[in-house]
């Protein structure tokens, strides 16, 4: 009797712990994509749990293989969603067609789970207990037993590839965690449910073995924050009312998430700007690489240093201010600071940027009479960079470059690149022209 009444007791306890866990974390992050994985992953684990309870506790035999079926149907659909989500966690690119395989080869188990058996073919009752027996001999059982294998190798390799390659410590502690908790919830659910249940006549517990894993999971949120920094809980409270343009790049220069100033400079919604690179920001024109080079560059450097200043010739593409109007047409400069993000372990979590608008920048600009390419030109003198690289990067000649570069010694009425660095020195001192890179 005391068997009957834990093994409900374990799993409804699993139902519990699970659901909490997974609308916990959906709150942290209601439109990410992995959170909506991991709160899916979540239900179907607990829904299988919750109904194994109520079967294992039916009166009858036709009750109980009702809702065991029920509960099937979730154990299935958290198999195929265990992949699913370990491949957005560790950030394969998956097709559309293989994420709609991973799904389409459980379909068959489904409509076996419903028309017939699948895992098991017969029930009998051992004085207050239910006990299964497994249908070994089963083309269905074995069907499953590759279909669920396939999918549990593929998601420990997935695991210990993230173990073993992952350059930040704290997501390597989190894959050694999950990988660790997983495993041992495979073995345990493998040798629990064919071997020990028909032995011990007991009913299958690997429902209730959910708990291993989910206690991985769990120490992974407390020990090292799994799940629970994103660019929402990063950002959301530092992107509040700063009169600046605000962008939160990851490592990989793509948009985390950006401000309401992204739509005044760049005519789209910050929400619509998610996902995309930086650098696409800055030209209208593909084959404008300039300020796409002069931006990279700079984050570049930016990633290797820690931090750093660079001014932007952005072109407006929302409806310009009237302040913008009377600076010029189209066109405004910002100069932007860029910075590495860091977590307590040093590892790099992103890159932040803030950008004000620079019109004494621009009344330089406008001084000297100097047009865009010939601003875009100085940028890459002052930082060095020879003529035959400016030209690769503006996509124009050599011989193009060193007539920009005459130019700009004409309308400054200098001679060499020494009396730029001075020229825009004395400019710094006298209108404070922001150093460039």
């Known amino acids: 009797m005391a ?34 994985l991991f709160f899916l992953f979540a239900t179907n684990m607990a829904l299988w749990c919750l109904f194994a309870a109520i079967a294992f ?11 065991f079926r029920i509960g099937a149907t979730f154990e299935i659909l958290y198999v195929s969603l265990t992949l699913h989500f370990i491949l957005s966690l560790t950030q394969q690119k998956a097709s559309p067609i293989l994420i709609f395989s991973i799904y389409a080869l459980s379909i068959p188990v489904h409509y076996r789970n419903w028309s017939s058996f699948f895992a098991f073919n017969m029930v009998k009752r051992v004085g207050h207990r239910w006990v299964l027996k497994p249908a070994f001999h089963s083309f269905w059982m074995h069907y499953w037993n590759a279909y669920f294998g396939t999918v549990i190798v593929i998601s420990l390799i997935l695991l210990f590839r993230g173990l073993q390659k992952s350059k930040i410590k704290r997501k390597k502690q989190q894959a050694k965690s999950l990988f660790y908790s997983f495993m041992s919830y495979v073995i345990l659910c493998i040798a629990g449910d064919y071997f020990f249940s028909p032995y011990l006549k ?45 962008i939160l790049l990851d490592i990989n220069m793509e948009i985390i998430r950006a401000n309401s100033k992204a739509k005044e400079y ?17 030209s209208d024109n593909q084959k404008e690489t300039s300020q796409m080079y002069l931006t990279n560059f700079c984050l570049n450097k930016i990633i290797k240093e820690g931090k750093g200043i660079i001014e ?20 405004i400069i910002l100069k932007i600071n860029f ?27 406008k001084d000297f009479h100097l047009s865009e390419r010939e601003w875009q030109t100085i940028q890459y003198l002052n930082m060095g960079i020879t003529n035959k ?19 700009i010694y004409n309308k400054l009425g200098i001679k060499s690149k020494l009396e730029l660095v001075n020229k825009l020195m004395e400019f710094n001192a006298s209108v404070g022209f922001p150093q460039l890179l």
């Open 339 to 365: 910075s590495l993000v860091k977590d307590r372990n040093g590892d790099n979590l992103g890159i932040l940027l803030v950008g004000k608008e620079a019109p004494r920048t621009k009344q330089f600009i």
């Open 266 to 282: 760049f005519g789209v919604l910050p929400s619509k700007l998610i996902g995309k690179n930086l650098i696409t920001l800055f």
């Open 389 to 407: 690289k400016i030209a690769e990067y503006m996509n124009i000649g050599e011989r193009t470059v060193k007539t920009h570069i005459a130019n």
């Open 57 to 67: 506790n039916a009166p009858t035999e036709k009750a109980l293989w009702l809702f």
């Open 3 to 36: 068997v009957m009444e834990t093994v409900p007791s374990i799993m409804f306890l699993t139902f519990l712990i699970a659901m909490s866990l997974g609308i916990c974390i959906l709150l942290i992050d209601i439109k990410n994509k992995i959170h909506i």
């Open 202 to 246: 007991i009913p299958p517990l690997s429902p209730g073995y959910s708990l291993i894993f989910l206690g991985g999971i769990f120490y992974s949120i407390i020990k090292y924050r799994f799940m629970t920094i994103t660019q929402v809980t990063i950002s959301k409270e530092i992107l509040k009312n700063i009169d600046a343009l605000v």
């Open 312 to 331: 932007c010739h952005i072109k407006i593409k929302g409806q310009p201010t009237p302040k913008q109007k009377s600076l010029n047409n189209n066109f």
